[in-house]
C-alpha cells in the first residue's frame, strides 16, 4: 500500500518562501495538498489533476504552486509570501478530480510536515 512522506517544513518568516515535498512508495501517489492549523478541520489547499490542470484554495491562490514529479512519485507545493495564517502541519493525499474535500482522500495519511510562520 502506499506510504506518503511530507517534508520540507520549517520556520520562515512572514513573506518567506519554502517547498514542501511528498514522496510516496508503491503504487500509486498523492495529488493535492491540505493543510491543518490548531483548533481547525482539515483543508484542501491546492491540487493537481492528471492533466495538470491545478486548483487552489482562495487562500493560497497566487502564492502556492502545485507542481509534480511523476518519474520520482513526488508531488511539491512551492510556498511564497507566507503569512502568519499559513501556520500548519501540512499533509498530501490522493482525491478525485474535483474534490476539495479531505474526507475525499483515498490514502493513508502521512505525519505531515510543520510549517511555521513567525517573525
Known amino acids: 500500500q502506499v506510504q506518503l512522506v511530507e517534508s520540507g517544513g520549517g520556520l520562515v518568516q512572514p513573506g518567506g518562501s519554502l517547498r514542501l515535498s511528498c514522496v510516496a512508495s508503491?503504487?500509486?501517489?498523492?495529488n493535492a495538498w491540505f493543510r491543518q492549523a490548531p483548533g481547525s478541520p482539515r483543508e484542501m489547499v491546492a491540487r493537481?489533476?492528471?492533466?495538470?490542470?491545478?486548483h487552489y484554495a482562495d487562500s493560497v491562490k497566487g502564492r502556492f504552486t502545485i507542481s509534480r514529479d511523476t518519474a520520482r512519485n513526488t508531488i511539491y507545493l512551492q510556498m511564497y509570501m507566507l503569512k502568519p495564517e499559513d501556520t500548519a502541519v501540512y499533509y498530501c493525499?490522493?482525491?478525485?478530480?474535483?474534490?476539495?474535500?479531505?474526507?475525499?482522500?483515498?490514502?493513508?495519511w502521512g505525519r505531515g510536515t510543520q510549517v511555521t510562520v513567525s517573525p
Open positions: 493525499n490522493s482525491v478525485s478530480s474535483l474534490s476539495t474535500a479531505a474526507t475525499d482522500a483515498s490514502l493513508p
Open positions: 508503491g503504487s500509486g501517489g498523492a
Open positions: 493537481i489533476s492528471g492533466l495538470g490542470v491545478e
